[in-house]
């Protein structure tokens, strides 16, 4: 399937990185929540992120804009984030090991796909997915609020190399 005003597919790991970075930010704002300087920075490394992070790798980014910022005020700034529904924990089928990484809601649930292999995780939205999740709510009459989809194969490169090994004596 092509990429197409039906389907997006993300060209790097995340579809929606760096679009409006302050959202978060933002989003916490309009909820009264005080804005520290400190969370100010974890919030701009999340918003610009193009790739999914794990807390330390927020932190080390962090670190880099502000060398006072503490793990502490990362771990709570993510616990604040996922109680108020603005970002998800997610574990992408653990290929970089028990690592977990978080990402900010875009505007439309997508499906993680990851390399087994290379452990390469790349995002797909589609209006299949929606309408599949429309279907889901009608037949078991209820309205989804959480999605977690994770799909674990081969990229090209991964499946070619990987049938070559298999081809050496």
Known sequence: MSATS???????????????????????ATRGIRLTRQRRV?????????????AAEILDRARKI???VHAVTVYRTLD???????I?????LHIRGDRHYYESHGPRDHIHIACLHCG???EYESALFEELKKRIER?????????????????????????SQKKRP
Do not use: W
């Open 6 to 28: 039906a389907a997006r597919i993300s060209r790097g790991e995340r579809l929606n990185a760096g679009e409006k970075p302050g959202r978060l930010g933002s989003e916490l």
């Open 42 to 54: 974890i919030l701009h490394v999340m918003d610009t992120a193009q790739r999914h992070l794990d």
């Open 66 to 68: 502000d060398s006072q």
């Open 80 to 86: 604040l984030l996922k109680q108020l529904g603005l």
């Open 88 to 92: 998800d924990e997610l574990d992408l």
């Open 120 to 122: 390469k995780v790349r």
């Open 139 to 163: 037949e078991f009459d209820m309205k989804i609020s959480v999605t977690r989809t994770e799909i674990g194969g081969y990229c090209l490169s991964c499946a070619e190399e990987l049938a």
